[in-house]
């Protein structure tokens, strides 16, 4: 596989670069073929979301999906990163790797049996910390983090995300009420300013919260 993740970094940079080469490397190292449904592990080291239940509640997302959130993060060796909707934990396993030993990583997952998946194959990454719960009650636990990278679709970003949003802090999220309709957005606190900017159209799973319930 380590070649065909070689070719798939290679055509990510092509199509959607330029990359910081940190986050190449991320998908050059980091096995997809773990996070995938047995019968989608011959298609792990394409370029294409892959569904992680037969509903189509639940996908791990493209390749390149990933890389366009961390770059609009800017996200570095040693930061902190708080991800909302861990699928199996592709995610947070390339999070892990671009952060380092000296960054974090807090994934949290509103599917149980995914939040379970998630818990098991990360657990050899000890900077990153995997959670059962809805991320849309989840800001108590975000703790002054500045980078957020949210991996499903809201129809508005919650008033909640955006009042726990630090100085200097950075959410990514996909927004839009229709697959269609669905932007990638970027807000950036600044002081007593939210700076919001859109950045293409992205197709995402729906935000599948039905309450504020506590994470675990």
Same mark, same amino acid.
């Given at each position: ?6 070719? &798939?970094?290679?055509?990510?940079? $092509? ?7 940190? @986050? /190449? %490397?991320? !998908?050059?190292? #980091?096995p997809r073929e773990r ?26 997302s493209a390749p390149h ?40 990583? &807090?994934?949290?997952?509103?599917? $149980? ?7 098991? @194959? /990360? %657990?050899? !990454?000890?900077? #990153? ?13 975000w703790g002054g983090t ?71």
């Open positions: 596989m380590t070649s065909l993740r070689e070719q &798939l970094a290679w055509a990510v940079e $092509e199509k959607h670069g330029p990359f910081d080469p940190r @986050l /190449l %490397r991320a !998908l050059r190292t #980091v996070f995938v449904r047995p019968g989608d592990v011959d298609r792990s080291t394409e370029d294409m979301p892959l569904p992680l239940d037969d509903e189509g509640l639940a996908t791990v999906a990933y890389l366009l959130s961390f770059r609009l993060l800017g996200l570095a060796p040693g930061d902190a990163l708080v991800e909302l909707g861990s699928g199996t934990g592709y995610g947070a396993a390339l999070a892990s790797f671009i952060v380092g030993p000296h960054g974090r990583v &807090l994934t949290i997952e509103i599917d $149980e049996r995914l939040a379970e998946q998630a818990r098991v @194959l /990360l %657990r050899d !990454l000890p900077n #990153v910390t995997a959670l059962h719960g809805d991320a849309i009650g989840s800001t108590a636990l500045k980078k957020i990278v949210c991996t499903f679709a809201v129809d508005e970003i919650p008033r909640a995300w955006l009042d726990a949003l630090p100085d200097g802090g950075i959410l990514v999220a996909p927004v839009g009420a229709r697959p269609e309709e669905q932007k990638l957005v970027r807000v950036h606190r600044e002081g007593d300013m939210l700076r919001i900017t859109h950045h293409g159209g992205v197709r995402y799973v729906r935000n599948r919260s039905v309450s504020r319930a506590g994470v675990t």
